[in-house]
């Protein structure tokens, strides 16, 4: 029989090499606090990692109204002043929400009705906004919307129209752009924060601009077609969107197409294409610029890259399947990973050393984890 | 206030002038200009805002506008343009969207429509000295809503022959002429009288039965009669109460009712004198009333506990070996529908499971004939939900025949099945019909969608080729798939009525025609409630709603009648045969309810309660949290899913009558 002193002592010796005395002293000063959301579980976990203890749930907040609908929190992310955060709820009646939370204490100081199956959600650094895409997963493939949110009124002051089944929501980081993919056209949608509107959109397949007749590309990185048959046509299905801390380039991850492509945020163009077989789905650029973190949803596996040279640093095989969601720490030392797990098995986040390109630790939260945002680094009192 | 007043329909700017990209300073404040707005219904206007620097310089930099309500209140965020559509108070803001905190915000007054007409009833020709007779006063205006905010003003022209107070109550003093008007606005009504001498004689005041139980309704007539006896039709009677209840703890008021129509009914057993008052005369007839007396003992059977995972919904049936079955589904867990052989309820025995990519199978049930199951996926890793067809031919060894999910991917939260074909709610905003006459080839022959804006559906009960939808705030929707009266078919679905109820959260129904020949409905909330302290993990949860219960015998002009209403928990879902209604009711457990008759009132209140059983389970998924999902009646016992522990059985007994010497 295998009690749980046992499987401990299996799951310590399996993470081997990979505890914490790789670490160095200014590593294991500080602690690290971010939020994780679990859409099949109704839950929000506060997850802390720390190079002594590893992670740990610090506090687990259940989310929604109604105990015996599944209400799917998708999106999650905190506002840089740290003071809210804020939540998707996929499911309504049929729309979305989006939920404004007092940090620390967890609770629910408003919300507003979004559209269907409103799903990431993201602040620009000044605070004050927040666009979510109504990704619309199941309905009519039509287009559907980007909703702008005033956070201190919580009051949804406009619905962009940009594609069909939007996904990723990430502003650039002066928070003057706003960039989300298409899963079904297909487009890299770049909205203007100034006027709201679509500014630029960006035909993966192609390597072209959309809707106004200006053709770019005359490069072969930008012209070449992306992506992989998928019933009879060539599919990229972007999933996520992550510009870089300089804001000069945005990658996108072709789901579909087993891709992740560097897009020039000036120029709107493909400038490089990183081979990431298995289902690409998020990504995070370390705040050092230096390396780019993707999670490869079927492969269940998050590889590193090394941006100058483009080649891979590493790939890090996950505990469960279903690779979703990805932050970097502030310091750019460790990436946190949210696995979503199939079926009853629960959610779990890991955390790899950016350095070693190593798992350190893994813990499991609510099933099918998915949104992840960072809190805050706390300082380790010895 | 400073304000802008702009007439209907008038263009009125104030200078425009902003919103140029790309200044690299930041503004310290803002300010809209004018301070104020108020506007008529249909004015549209334009408003400019101005920024400053700390040094009170203007600066040229992008605005935003938006409104507190959008829809009723619409800005052009760029162009300040405002055009108001409903009456109210807004606030119109301003903001630079690029900084967090630099806002203007202005109070905005949208006065309501021009009130058009006021409607009131009753109405007739003459009116008797001596009568009082309250009447309403529905305002209308020019968009044709009706308007609850401004009360009538009501008045007489004589008030020697008649006056009025303001809640409408027109009483006659003497013979004469007189004309009532309600105002409301500039809108009023008038409505002239000609007020005779009484000629009401006597009174008499009949009742339907003069003996009953708690909940039963007895229909009171009054007849007013002229000198030489003979019957005043306009004679205006007004019905109440007083009660003389056993219970000598309650009140008067608190234990019965009766309503215009001379409905009559009571909660507690005591004696009731109905009182029919009509100018110069009071009729009254006095009814005793008796304890329903309908409480059965509830007893025990079995429980096929599930204590790792919560379970959704069940389904029982008489397999083709003769033996009897049931299905259950799980929640927020791993896809697994369990199947137990119940022929011997006291111990339901799992024989087999099926397992698939889900973390919900919401829904189960299984064809007429036994041999075909459905159940729902939500929760799929790849997002493909969708539904699984099962044969159940042998429930000990349950196959897979085929999975269906296209344009089902969004989840399938609840099913029917229903001579050869699956009804899907789909995504929560409609049905498909899916033919499985080959149960290995399914494929999509309708479907169904309302046209409101943000329709919603939550489940489908098929019962004689009607669908009745619960559609959260659109009420249940009737809609002919194959009775064929109404012409719909599985292929065309065809609508024939709605009903809004209430509570507008309607997530259940059950259709049911009454032995009294009377049809009802009975439409379930579905609400969350918060419970003070019950945030801790583990805590036992709770929920609120009721069931509506909707006379729908004549379909064009339903009328919501009665309710089962119990305090503190909240209604999920419901069975109904033979007269007795089987209500889940999430934490208030699993209540069967005397339905018989008439219906009327709150029915939990009136004694109609013949049991109810709390699954207390102290191994449960919450231990000793009884979360009651659905039951349903079968061979003399009741089966019910419970969310926290599983399937269980019990036994309503046949009430005993007690006999004293």
Request: charged share 20%; glycine share 10%; aromatic share 8%.
């Amino acid at each position: 029989m295998i009690n749980r002193f046992t499987l401990f002592a299996i799951t310590f010796m399996w993470l081997g090499v990979l505890t914490p005395s790789h670490m160095s002293g200014q590593d294991k000063d500080r602690a690290y606090l971010f939020y994780v959301a679990s859409e099949s579980e109704d839950q929000v976990t506060v997850v802390r990692f720390d190079a002594v203890r590893g992670l740990s749930r610090e506090k687990v907040i259940n989310v929604g109204n109604l105990p015996a609908e599944m209400e799917a929190p998708h999106g999650i992310f905190m506002d840089p002043d740290g003071e809210h955060w804020y939540l998707t709820l996929g499911h309504g009646f049929p729309f979305g929400y989006l939920l404004k939370y007092k940090t620390g204490v967890d609770t629910v100081v408003a919300t507003v009705e979004l559209g269907m199956f409103p799903a990431t959600v993201a602040v620009p650094s000044f605070g004050g906004l927040a666009l979510a895409v109504n990704s619309d997963f199941h309905g009519d493939r039509v287009p559907s919307s980007v909703s702008v949110v005033d956070l201190e009124s919580m009051t949804e002051i406009a619905r962009t129209e940009t594609c069909t089944m939007p996904h990723g929501s990430r502003f650039s980081p002066d928070g003057l752009k706003h960039y989300s993919a298409c899963m079904m056209d297909d487009q890299l949608v770049e909205i203007d924060v100034v006027t709201l509107g679509v500014s630029r959109r960006l035909d993966l397949l192609t390597g072209t601009l959309v809707g106004n007749g200006v053709m770019h590309g005359t490069d072969d990185m930008s012209t070449r077609t992306t992506g992989m048959m998928v019933a009879g046509r060539q599919v990229c299905s972007p999933t996520w969107v992550a510009p870089t801390p300089d804001g000069s380039s945005v990658y996108v991850a072709c789901n579909k197409g087993n891709e992740v492509l560097e897009v020039d945020a000036e120029r709107f163009q493909i400038t490089r294409r990183f081979d990431v077989p298995g289902a690409p789905y998020n990504a995070a650029v370390t705040p050092d610029g230096s390396k780019l973190v993707v999670t490869q949803k079927s492969a269940g596996t998050v590889s590193v890259w090394h941006l100058a040279s483009g080649e891979r640093l590493g790939l890090v095989e996950n505990t469960r399947r279903v690779t979703h969601g990805v932050i970097v720490s502030p310091d750019s030392r460790f990436a946190f990973v949210t696995v979503e797990g199939i079926g009853g098995e629960p959610g779990t986040v890991e955390a790899i050393d950016l350095q070693t390109i190593q798992r350190v630790d893994a813990i499991d939260v609510g099933k099918q984890a998915g949104g992840i945002t960072f809190w805050r680094t706390n300082p380790i009192e010895n | 206030m400073v304000g802008a007043k702009t007439g209907l329909g008038m263009l009125v700017a104030f200078g425009f002038g902003l919103a140029t990209a790309g200044s690299a300073q930041t503004p310290t404040r803002l300010e809209i200009n004018p301070a104020s707005l108020s506007l008529d219904v249909g004015d549209t206007v334009v408003v400019t805002a101005t920024a400053y620097d700390e040094a009170g310089n203007v600066m040229d930099v992008p605005l935003t506008f938006f409104s507190s309500s959008r829809r009723r209140l619409e800005v052009d965020r760029g162009a300040g343009t405002v055009v108001a559509h409903r009456g109210g108070e807004y606030t119109l803001s301003v903001r630079v969207l690029t900084a967090r905190d630099i806002r203007a915000s202005i109070p905005v007054m949208v006065e309501f429509p021009a009130l058009a007409s006021v409607e009131v009833t009753p109405l007739g020709e003459r009116f008797f000295v001596g009568a009082s007779v309250r009447h309403r006063a529905k305002v209308l205006d020019v968009t044709g809503d009706v308007r609850t905010n401004v009360p009538p003003r009501w008045a007489t022209d004589d008030p020697s022959i008649a006056s009025v107070n303001r809640f409408g109550v027109v009483t006659a003093h003497r013979e004469g002429d007189v004309t009532i008007t309600a105002t409301a606005g500039a809108a009023s009504t008038s409505h002239e009288y000609r007020v005779i001498a009484n000629p009401i004689r006597t009174v008499t005041l009949s009742a339907s039965q003069d003996s009953v139980r708690t909940g039963d309704v007895i229909h009171f007539e009054a007849t007013a009669l002229d000198a030489r006896g003979q019957r005043i039709e306009d004679a205006p009677v007004t019905f109440s109460l007083i009660a003389s209840p056993d219970d000598s703890a309650i009140t008067q008021s608190a234990t019965a009712e009766v309503d215009q129509k001379g409905r009559f009914v009571a909660e507690k057993a005591g004696d009731y004198t109905v009182l029919a008052v009509a100018p110069g005369n009071v009729a009254q007839h006095t009814v005793r009333v008796t304890n329903r007396d309908v409480s059965r003992r509830i007893e025990y059977v079995g429980q096929g506990q599930v204590s790792n995972v919560p379970t959704s919904d069940l389904w029982i049936w008489e397999g083709v070996d003769g033996r009897d079955y049931a299905v259950t589904g799980t929640w927020g867990a791993h896809g697994a529908a369990y199947f137990w052989d119940v022929t011997e309820p006291s111990s339901p025995a799992l024989v087999d499971s099926v397992v698939v990519d889900a973390r919900t199978v919401n829904d189960v049930k299984v064809s007429e004939d036994g041999r075909i199951a459905v159940i729902s996926r939500e929760g799929a890793s790849n997002r493909r939900n969708g539904l699984v067809i099962l044969d159940v031919t042998n429930p000990r060894s349950v196959q897979v025949l085929s999975r269906y999910d296209d344009e089902l991917t969004g989840g399938v939260h609840n099913v029917f099945v229903y001579q050869n074909h699956v009804y899907a709610v789909n995504n929560g905003r409609r049905f498909d019909v899916i033919s499985i006459e080959d149960p290995t080839n399914p494929h999509r022959v309708g479907r169904f969608e309302l046209d409101t804006p943000g329709h919603g559906i939550h489940d489908i009960w098929i019962v004689n080729g009607i669908a009745y939808t619960s559609n959260w705030g659109d009420g249940v929707v009737m809609i002919d798939v194959g009775n064929g009266r109404w012409g719909g078919s599985p292929s065309n679905p065809v609508e024939i009525a709605r009903y809004r109820d209430s509570g507008g959260r309607t997530h259940a129904a059950f259709p049911y025609e009454s032995p009294t020949g009377r049809f009802y409905i009975f439409m379930g909330d579905e609400i969350g409630r918060s419970v003070p302290g019950g945030d801790r993990d583990g805590s036992p949860e709770a929920m609120a709603g009721f069931f509506h219960i909707v006379d729908m015998t004549d379909p064009e002009n339903p009328e919501e009648v009665a309710r089962y209403d119990v305090p503190e928990a909240g209604s999920h879902n419901l069975w109904i045969e033979d007269d007795v209604l089987y209500a889940a009711y999430y934490n208030g457990g699993m209540r069967a309810v005397d339905i018989s008759g008439e219906l009327k009132g709150n029915l939990y209140r009136q004694g109609r309660e013949m049991a109810h059983y709390m699954a207390f389970d102290p191994e449960g998924f919450r231990a000793n949290a009884p979360f009651t999902w659905g039951g349903q009646p079968y061979k003399g016992n009741l089966f019910f899913a419970e969310h926290n522990s599983g399937l269980w059985a019990v036994k309503i007994h046949p009430r005993t009558q007690v006999l004293t010497p």
